[in-house]
């Protein structure tokens, strides 16, 4: 039994070995929120704060034109957008956001309908979190898909 407390159980491998010496690492993931609905967004925020692999730093603003400035002036690793921004859709933003940068974008809405989430893949999100079963896992599970499926890994 030593040699497995020892990590050198021959049937793991070795990033399986490292992993029971060294305690988990929270990602860290910078996020741009666009959220008209302050409520919403500090709900996502909580939720997003309590991953247990991401450490996501969440930066809000209620429109698409603060958020075109904000991705102007800083790099996010992922966007998280309403599909709702007060009367008209993001999916303007995210057509354009997408076409001029690499970064990912996730449409979030109540309206957990199939022809909004058509409308948001043909527009170049990548992933879809619907806020009426919104959680951290599903945050947290759509971010990590989202990040790593892309990289590749």
């Not at 603003?61 to 790099?75: D, K, P």
């Not at 995210?94 to 970064?103: K, L």
């Not at 009426?132 to 947290?140: F, P």
């Amino acid at each position: 039994m030593s040699h497995i407390a020892n990590g050198n159980d021959p049937f793991l491998r070795e990033d399986e070995r490292v992993s029971l010496h060294i305690p988990p690492v929270r990602e860290k993931v910078f996020a741009l929120l666009i959220d008209d609905d302050a409520a919403d967004a500090a709900i996502t925020t909580r939720l997003a704060a309590r991953s247990k692999q991401l450490d996501v730093d969440i930066t809000v603003c209620f429109s698409v034109e603060e958020g075109l400035r904000l991705s102007a002036r800083r790099r996010f690793d992922i966007i998280y957008v309403d599909y709702w921004l007060g009367l008209q859709t993001s999916i303007g933003f995210i057509r354009e956001f997408t076409q001029r940068h690499d970064t990912p974008c996730v449409l979030m809405t109540g309206l957990d309908e199939p022809d909004i989430r058509r409308i948001g893949f043909r527009a170049g999100v990548q992933a879809f979190l619907s806020k009426e079963d919104l959680s951290s896992q599903g945050i947290e599970a759509v971010t990590l898909a989202v990040l790593h499926g892309r990289m590749g890994n």
